[in-house]
């Protein structure tokens, strides 16, 4: 039923251009809200069995973030510690250099990482900085491990660039419904998100794109924010879901944390609404119990971000998540064993 095979690095190499499992792009709102509502058991038990129909439930994909361009950006995105528009106490600093970028994938494989994702502060790249992040990617790649990049918005030249370095994935996250994203970002608009994701799923690249929950939006927002990636023409290969890192300095410093719960069933509805695809429990698990993380797992998460430090935000680390594994039973997915069903 599907092409299961791995890439090398041990990830999705599955093309989605087909819909075997007659994978669903015309969700309505309102109905997709009535899943999101059902009674918790039972949203739980749909999302574990449409996860078991797709993926083997105890293996769980491991991928590490590194900033290759920390801070100064000239976006208002208000989450973020990287905003130049908020005092955070962030130190900016400029396009890291080759061999620290390098060094770090060294270090993400030898932790069990499969993907290498590397985040710039940027709106968009530089056509002068094409080069040096194609060269990045062309030699983490060679490594063995599975690229993904997010450097903002793309223009059709980068995407062509990207896809001729040999990127596997590219992040561009939605962030929140359209209705609530004017709300959060006033510098570039939810149009310009999904230009940049169309861009780059023509080139032949896979998406990951996802949201934060927390910034403040409704329960409705959050099943249309679900609503919107599952309605694209393919569903994103990669669904990170963030929960809000409320950071000091920016905007949303004091915002209410989102409830453990709503947070659960908007994993559980991300997960049968793209059964394919893998759903990551991505920012705030510093801030989750185990519990809470577990029960992510069973609604249908399969990828987290490993190694102590996300983009410039703390994460649970090494030993935590080693800890955690081993109390339920999860393994890290390999080339060896894929989380994927053939
Ligand atoms: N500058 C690029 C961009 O915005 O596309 C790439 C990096 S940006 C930090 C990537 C994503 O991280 C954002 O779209 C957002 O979803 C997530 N993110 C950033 N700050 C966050 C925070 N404080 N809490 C949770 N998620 C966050
Ligand atoms: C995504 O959805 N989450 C990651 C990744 N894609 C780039 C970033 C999380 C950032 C958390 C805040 C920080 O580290 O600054
Ligand atoms: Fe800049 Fe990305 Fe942060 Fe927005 S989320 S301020 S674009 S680094």
Known sequence: MLDNSLSEAGGDSRSHRQSPMGLRHDWRLDEAKVIYDLPFNELLFRAQTVHRANFDPNIVQKCQLLSIKTGGCAEDCSYCSQSSRYDTGLK????????????GA????????????????????????????????????AMGLETCMTLGMLCDDDVSQLKAAGLDYYNHNVDTSERFYPEVITTRTFADRLETLGRVR???????????????????????????????????????????????????????????????????????????????????????SDELQALCFFAGANSIFCGEQLLTADNPGEDADEALFAKLGLKAETSGSPGHMD
């Open 92 to 103: 900016a600093s400029k396009l890291m250099a080759l061999e620290e970028v390098l060094e």
């Open 202 to 288: 023509e080139a032949g690249i896979k998406v990951c794109s996802g949201g934060i929950l927390g910034l403040g939006e409704t329960p409705t927002d959050r099943v249309d924010m679900l609503v919107t990636l599952a309605n694209l023409p393919e569903h994103p290969e990669s669904v990170p879901i963030n929960m809000l890192m409320a950071i000091e300095g920016t905007p949303l410093e004091g915002a209410a944390q989102v409830d453990a719960i709503a947070f659960v069933r908007a994993i559980a509805l991300a997960r049968i609404m793209m059964p394919e695809s893998y759903v990551r429990l991505s920012a705030g698990r510093s801030e989750m």
């Open 106 to 141: 060294r270090a993400a494989k030898v932790n069990g990482a499969t993907r290498y994702c590397m985040g710039a502060a940027w709106r968009e790249p530089k056509q002068r900085d094409m080069k040096a992040v194609s060269t990045m990617v062309q030699q983490v790649k």
